[in-house]
């Protein structure tokens, strides 16, 4: 049973990267959404997708990284330098855990690809079957990826362009999560600070002034 962690923290490729990370729990979503910015890769990766090879890791790509709560599945949007969507990678998990900082999930092998335009395939078959044969996994679970994954597909074909607004929607919120500001704190340390010394001259002008007429 593999371990994926959302931030990608073991992944070599990266040399130099951003994480942002948000937990969400309203009507529209439930869960933990991340976004890993590769400012810097050892090289690109290439992959194909129904045929296609697309390049979906590079310098200042993105990885959009979607967990949702009690759900058996997750999603990864490869995201290019223009902000363009060029993959949905659907993992089929034994578990989502939406903790913040930590988010991972338990992966149960099978995974369904889709392309911007809706065309997916089912991949990883084999993978699921040695997990399997190896008892990394039971009988149910084996089942269990079969349906999940079946599910996600009749999802996709019955209205896929429903299913990128929600993750458009994600990724909107993780783009626009409010940024610590650090001048801004400093700003105020620093007018704490003139108040601070201003009432330490008012304070000593006055014993000052006090001392000046106990000697009058």
Same mark, same amino acid.
């Given at each position: 049973?593999?371990?994926?962690?959302?931030? =990608?923290?073991?992944?070599?490729?990266?040399?130099?990267?951003?994480?942002?990370?948000?937990?969400?729990? %309203?009507? =529209?979503?439930? @869960?933990?959404?991340? $976004?890993?910015?590769?400012?810097? &890769? +050892?090289? #690109?990766?290439?992959?194909?997708?129904?045929?296609?090879?697309? *390049? /979906?890791?590079?310098?200042?790509?993105?990885? $959009?990284?979607?967990? #949702?709560? =009690?759900?058996?599945?997750?999603?990864? &949007?490869? *995201?290019?330098?223009? @902000? %363009? #969507?060029?993959?949905?990678?659907?993992?089929?998990?034994?578990?989502?855990?939406?903790?913040?900082? %930590?988010?991972?999930?338990?992966?149960?092998?099978?995974?369904?690809?889709?392309?911007?335009?809706?065309?997916?395939?089912? &991949?990883?078959?084999?993978?699921?079957?040695?997990?399997?044969?190896?008892?990394?996994?039971?009988?149910? !679970?084996?089942?269990?990826?079969?349906?999940?994954?079946?599910?996600?597909?009749? +999802?996709?074909?019955?209205?896929?362009?429903?299913?990128?607004?929600?993750?458009?929607?994600?990724?909107?919120?993780?783009?626009?999560?409010? +940024?610590?500001?650090? @001048?801004?704190?400093?700003?105020?340390?620093?007018?704490?600070?003139?108040?601070?010394? !201003?009432? /330490?001259?008012?304070?000593?002008?006055?014993?000052?002034?006090?001392?000046?007429?106990?000697?009058?």
């Amino acid at each position: 049973m593999k371990v994926k962690y959302i931030d =990608k923290r073991h992944w070599r490729r990266i040399v130099e990267r951003e994480y942002a990370e948000v937990k969400v729990n %309203n009507n =529209k979503f439930k @869960g933990i959404i991340g $976004l890993v910015t590769m400012k810097k &890769v +050892k090289e #690109p990766l290439e992959v194909t997708v129904v045929g296609k090879n697309i *390049i /979906v890791a590079d310098d200042n790509y993105q990885w $959009l990284q979607i967990l #949702p709560e =009690k759900k058996r599945y997750s999603i990864t &949007v490869m *995201i290019d330098d223009k @902000g %363009n #969507p060029l993959e949905y990678y659907f993992d089929v998990n034994i578990k989502n855990i939406t903790q913040k900082g %930590n988010a991972r999930t338990l992966d149960l092998c099978l995974d369904v690809l889709v392309l911007p335009n809706g065309e997916y395939e089912l &991949v990883d078959e084999d993978d699921l079957k040695r997990a399997l044969d190896q008892k990394q996994i039971s009988r149910k !679970q084996y089942h269990e990826a079969y349906v999940i994954a079946h599910q996600l597909m009749l +999802k996709i074909d019955a209205d896929f362009p429903k299913m990128q607004e929600k993750i458009m929607y994600c990724y909107h919120k993780i783009k626009n999560k409010p +940024k610590y500001n650090k @001048g801004h704190k400093q700003g105020k340390h620093h007018v704490k600070q003139q108040h601070t010394k !201003q009432k /330490v001259q008012r304070v000593s002008q006055q014993k000052s002034e006090s001392n000046h007429d106990l000697k009058k």
